[in-house]
């Protein structure tokens, strides 16, 4: 079955601190990835994607990901994070063909203490 | 600004009353999708459509119905809802044309029985 697992569910950094969230995924085929930011009392948003090319993607305000296909992983980094990305962070899977579905992993709250 | 607009923000209601929950869109997307989020979890598939083909997922239970009287407009009914139906309930969009395009979401119902 295809799933999505990210294994940091809860993440306390120090501001400056830098940042790494695992993101695991599990399906045989092509697949489009994403992050999605949810910061408090906000709706989802895009962080960053990758269809295809370069394999490390850069997102908005400093985020980038790395996708490496051997390891089925797409992992969400920042070098320094601040006050302000304490949030909940959402890992996506969209199979390329044959569905509209996206699979979400279960997230990652980070705490970023001044 | 094109948006995904859900009404109410927060909707209380009583064991077994039956509830709808609204989301409409600006974006002019072919699917829509709506989901289940409970405190922790992933945000949980409950059905989608593309245009006006409906598409419910298998463990979606039989209490939760839906309506996409428009490409714009989208319900989702709870006839009876219990009290494990308390939950955040998010509505997103998407275009059919590349899956490679992500999700946009409303900012959620949070949905509370007594």
């Known amino acids: 079955a295809q799933s999505v697992s990210q294994h940091n569910h809860h993440v306390i950094l120090s501001e400056a601190a830098s940042l790494e969230l695992g993101c695991n995924y599990s399906?045989?085929?092509?697949?489009?990835l994403f992050w999605y930011v949810q910061y408090p009392g906000q709706h989802l948003q895009l962080l960053l994607k990758?269809?295809?090319?370069?394999?490390l993607v850069k997102g908005i305000k400093g985020f980038e990901a790395e996708f490496i296909k051997s390891k089925f992983s797409f992992n969400l980094r920042k070098p320094s994070v601040q006050w302000s990305d304490t949030a909940e962070y959402f890992c996506?899977?969209?199979?390329?063909?044959?569905?509209?579905?996206?699979?979400f992993g279960t997230g990652t709250r980070l705490k970023v203490l001044a | 600004d094109a948006m995904v607009i859900q009404n109410p923000r927060y909707q209380v209601t009583q064991f077994g009353k039956p509830v709808t929950l609204s989301c409409s869109q600006t974006?002019?997307?072919?699917?829509m999708y709506w989901y289940q989020q409970k405190s922790s979890q992933a945000p949980k598939l409950l059905f989608h459509?593309?245009?006006?083909?409906?598409?419910n997922e298998a463990d979606t239970p039989d209490n939760f119905q839906s309506r996409r009287p428009n490409t714009s407009f989208c319900f989702l009914d709870i006839r009876s809802p219990g009290l494990g139906d308390a939950a955040m309930y998010l509505c997103?969009?998407?275009?059919?044309?590349?899956?490679?395009?992500?999700?946009?979401f409303g900012p959620g119902t949070r949905l509370t029985v007594l």
């Open positions: 997103a969009t998407s275009t059919r044309q590349s899956s490679y395009n992500e999700q946009f």
């Open positions: 399906y045989g085929g092509t697949v489009n």
């Open positions: 990758y269809f295809s090319g370069d394999p």
């Open positions: 996506a899977v969209r199979p390329s063909t044959g569905t509209y579905k996206y699979i």
């Open positions: 974006l002019n997307h072919n699917v």
């Open positions: 459509y593309y245009d006006k083909d409906f598409n």
